[in-house]
């Protein structure tokens, strides 16, 4: 079992900015794939970023490019999302995922792990 636990959300002003994190543990592995997604109410849950432990591939929906950056930290087994330039339309609650098989993915269900969300709101 993986437990995934997200801190860092909260209230911001449009334009503003808020940094993510999703701290690992149990039996994590170098071959997973950490992926952020957002749910806004009454909306799919949406792919927003995705690393890789090893090696470090990275893949951005392409709304969030250029605004939003993910990172990790192996010594921590925690995951980053850095949001900049923030706007109303970003505000949701933000899940953290892992993926056993190391494949890249855009898709909810080829993530095995969740955490239990942060909720970013951003004020206009």
């Known amino acids: 079992q993986v437990q995934l636990v997200e801190s860092g959300g909260g209230l911001v002003q449009a334009g503003g900015s808020l940094r993510l994190s999703c701290a690992a543990s149990?039996?994590?592995?170098?071959?997973?794939?950490m992926g952020w997604f957002r749910q806004a109410p009454g909306k799919e849950r949406d792919f927003v970023a995705a690393?890789?432990?090893?090696?470090?591939?990275?893949d951005y929906a392409d709304s969030m490019r250029g605004r939003f950056t993910i990172s990790k930290d192996n010594a921590k087994n925690t995951v980053y999302l850095q949001m900049n330039s923030l706007k109303p339309e970003d505000t949701a609650v933000y899940y953290c995922?892992?993926?056993?098989?190391?494949?890249?993915?855009?898709?909810?269900?080829?993530?095995?792990?969740w955490g239990q969300g942060t909720q970013v709101t951003v004020s206009s």
């Open positions: 690393i890789a432990w090893s090696g470090g591939s990275i």
């Open positions: 149990g039996r994590t592995r170098s071959t997973y794939v």
């Open positions: 995922a892992a993926g056993r098989f190391g494949k890249m993915s855009r898709r909810p269900y080829e993530y095995d792990y």
